[in-house]
Antibody, heavy 120, light 107 residues
Framework: EVQLVESGGGLVQPGGSLRLSCAAS????????MHWVRQAPGKGLEYVSA????????YYANSVKGRFTISRDNSKNTLYLQMGSLRAEDMAVYYC?????????????WGQGTMVTVSS | DIQLTQSPSFLSASVGDRVTITCRAS??????LAWYQQKPGKAPKLLIY???TLQSGVPSRFSGSGSGTEFTLTISSLQPEDFATYYC?????????FGQGTKVEIK
């Protein structure tokens, strides 16, 4: 079964750090660009970050640039999001998603999400 | 960044109704548009890509159309399991932005 499973969410104080993981299975992870998308409670979807299939290229939304780092370990079929200098506005469910060229670059597989709570 | 504006933001409809949601882009995006369905507490699910291509396994009552700056998602006969929030997403340029969502509720 093709799936993505996120982990690593939790409660963190403002200014703190957290690392999210996204474990992929059922497909050739190293062939796909991967993305992070977040959703604040009761709000819409917000794009966060992207990484190319080999990890050589990355992209960050302005809202997280300089604070978040996306990376991947293709030998472990795992995507990461290192989050630092966390703010109240970073509190959200974080989803990892697979971009698929056969679906015109749409995100065809999503994880179940992991909740990040930023509070003192 | 390309802005996507969905209308309406909320709609109330009955089972069997035909429902249409519009997504307008702030600049041309060719056919690089996708539609997703999200139910409470769940991840988004891809319904349509390339503006009008139905993702595998998605019921044929869903359809998409449009190109350039104006796009529509149509549900031909609303079913109980279709009550959800729908998002459009442009994939023409980074960042791949989302519309604000359209919540479809039971009348």
């Amino acid at each position: 079964e093709v799936q993505l499973v996120e982990s690593g969410g939790g409660l963190v104080q403002p200014g703190g750090s957290l690392r999210l993981s996204c474990a992929a299975s059922g497909f050739t992870f190293s062939s796909y660009a991967m993305h992070w998308v977040r959703q604040a409670p009761g709000k819409g979807l917000e794009y966060v970050s992207a990484i190319s299939s080999n990890g050589g290229s990355t992209y960050y939304a302005n809202s997280v640039k300089g604070r978040f780092t996306i990376s991947r370990d293709n030998s472990k079929n795992t995507l990461y999001l290192q989050m630092g200098s966390l703010r109240a506005e970073d509190m959200a469910v974080y989803y990892c998603a697979r971009k698929n060229m056969t679906t015109h670059d749409a995100f065809d597989i999503w994880g179940q999400g992991t909740m990040v709570t930023v509070s003192s | 960044d390309i802005q996507l504006t969905q209308s309406p933001s909320f709609l109330s409809a009955s089972v069997g109704d035909r429902v249409t949601i519009t997504c307008r882009a702030s600049q041309g995006i060719s056919s690089y548009l996708a539609w997703y369905q999200q139910k409470p507490g769940k991840a988004p699910k891809l319904l349509i890509y390339a503006a009008s291509t139905l993702q595998s396994g998605v019921p044929s009552r869903f359809s998409g159309s449009g190109s350039g700056t104006e796009f529509t998602l149509t549900i031909s006969s609303l079913q109980p399991e279709d009550f959800a929030t729908y998002y459009c997403q442009q994939l023409n340029s980074y960042p791949p932005t989302f519309g604000q969502g359209t919540k479809v509720e039971i009348k």
